[in-house]
Every structure is written in structure tokens, then in C-alpha cells.
T-cell receptor, first 113, second 116 residues
Framework: AQTVTQSQPEMSVQEAETVTLSCTYDTSESDYYLFWYKQPPSRQMILVIRQEAYKQQNATENRFSVNFQKAAKSFSLKISDSQLGDAAMYFCAYRNRDDKIIFGKGTRLHILP | NAGVTQTPKFRILKIGQSMTLQCTQDMNHNYMYWYRQDPGMGLKLIYY???????DKGEVPNGYNVSRSTTEDFPLRLELAAPSQTSVYFC???????????????FGPGTRLTVL
């Protein structure tokens, strides 16, 4: 069975600075999909960024980018130019071949003004 | 496009009561899911459905039942509420076709359920 580990329960970053959230996963599958979801205080789950395992190029969405290291089974999220609206819980997620998603426990990100 | 909608937003139940959490999607997605999120935790899969008339258990199905009579609706039933079922419940949907792709899940706003 696959597992997703987020080792940082909480992180803080100064507004306008850059922060990296860590995620590692364990799987025996060779092709899969990885996601980062954001959950603000409203509780809505919002897809931030996604990555296919067979694509070596790291995904980028505006200020959000990932560092995908397939051999190390690592999928970290980098947020550049942090904004107050980025404060939220961030969940790393793995989608397996049965189309089920396994979520990490989350990292709560605080933005310091 | 309303996306995925859930009702109610909040509910308080007494131990032993029953209730149904409603979930509807208007994106013509074939797959639908129910998750629960306990405090400080990620989401855990309760049940899922790959199409109308087909449902299957997820990681934590005990104490719940589901049905999928239409593509749009996927209600979750709690028969005998217990304090351990106090949680936030999310419904999600995705389109899964023959060509492998992201198939990302779209989530509803959640239902906060408290069992006292």
C-alpha cells in the first residue's frame, strides 16, 4: 500500500519570502500522479499543482513549483513571494492506479506580515 | 457549473441517530468519493463509486453506507451515529476515462458533523 509523509506539521514564512514544504511517498508503482492541495480556513480543498511521475520536468503554476525527485520518492512544494492568502493547510497527495488518492497529514503554513 | 455541492454544511447528532449526507455533482463525472477528515489529519477514503450502480469500500467504511442511483448523486448514510464519527466529511468527483491522465478530484465544501 502507498503512504504519503509530510514531516513538517507547521511552518512559518515571512511575507514575500520563499518557503518549501516537504513530502515523501512510498510506492511500488512506476506510473502515478502527485498533487498538492491547499485547504484554507474555509475548508475548501483547492488543487494547487500536479505532476505526472513519468514527466521529468517539474510542474510550475505561477508562484508555485515542485521539486520532483522520483528516485528519492520526494515531491516538495515551493511557494515563491509568499502572500497572506497562502496561509492554509497544504496536503500532499498520491493517486494510485486504482484512482484512489492517499493524502499526507498536512502542513499548516503561517504567513508572517 | 456548481461543481460539487454538499448538504448540510453543519449538523449535530445524538448518539444512535441516523442521517444522510447529500452530495451532487454537475460535471458529468463518473467517479465519486466520500472522505472524512479528523482534526490534524489528512483525508481518509470511506467509500467510492466508479459509476451509477457501482460502489466499493475505501479505507474506513465501517458505520457508513452509500448508494449511487444516478451519475449526479452519491449520498452517504450514517445509520447509528457514534462519537467516533465526529468529523468533517468531504465528497469529491473526478472523470476517469480510457486514457490515463491526471483525473484530479474536485471537492465539495464539506459537512461538519458532531455526534454527542
Amino acid at each position: 500500500a502507498q503512504t504519503v509523509t509530510q514531516s513538517q506539521p507547521e511552518m512559518s514564512v515571512q511575507e514575500a519570502e520563499t518557503v518549501t514544504l516537504s513530502c515523501t511517498y512510498d510506492t511500488s508503482e512506476s506510473d502515478y500522479y502527485l498533487f498538492w492541495y491547499k485547504q484554507p480556513p474555509s475548508r475548501q480543498m483547492i488543487l494547487v499543482i500536479r505532476q505526472e511521475a513519468y514527466k521529468q520536468q517539474n510542474a510550475t503554476e505561477n508562484r508555485f513549483s515542485v521539486n520532483f525527485q522520483k528516485a528519492a520518492k520526494s515531491f516538495s512544494l515551493k511557494i515563491s513571494d509568499s502572500q497572506l492568502g497562502d496561509a492554509a493547510m497544504y496536503f500532499c497527495a498520491y493517486r494510485n492506479r486504482d484512482d484512489k488518492i492517499i493524502f499526507g497529514k498536512g502542513t499548516r503554513l503561517h504567513i508572517l506580515p | 457549473n456548481a461543481g460539487v455541492t454538499q448538504t448540510p454544511k453543519f449538523r449535530i447528532l445524538k448518539i444512535g441517530q441516523s442521517m444522510t449526507l447529500q452530495c451532487t455533482q454537475d460535471m458529468n463525472h463518473n467517479y465519486m468519493y466520500w472522505y472524512r477528515q479528523d482534526p490534524g489529519m489528512g483525508l481518509k477514503l470511506i467509500y467510492y463509486s466508479v459509476g451509477a450502480g457501482i460502489t466499493d469500500k475505501g479505507e474506513v467504511p465501517n458505520g457508513y453506507n452509500v448508494s449511487r442511483s444516478t451519475t449526479e448523486d452519491f449520498p452517504l448514510r450514517l445509520e447509528l451515529a457514534a462519537p467516533s464519527q465526529t468529523s468533517v466529511y468531504f465528497c469529491a468527483s473526478s472523470y476517469v476515462g480510457k486514457v490515463p491522465t491526471y483525473n484530479e478530484q474536485f471537492f465539495g465544501p464539506g459537512t461538519r458533523l458532531t455526534v454527542l
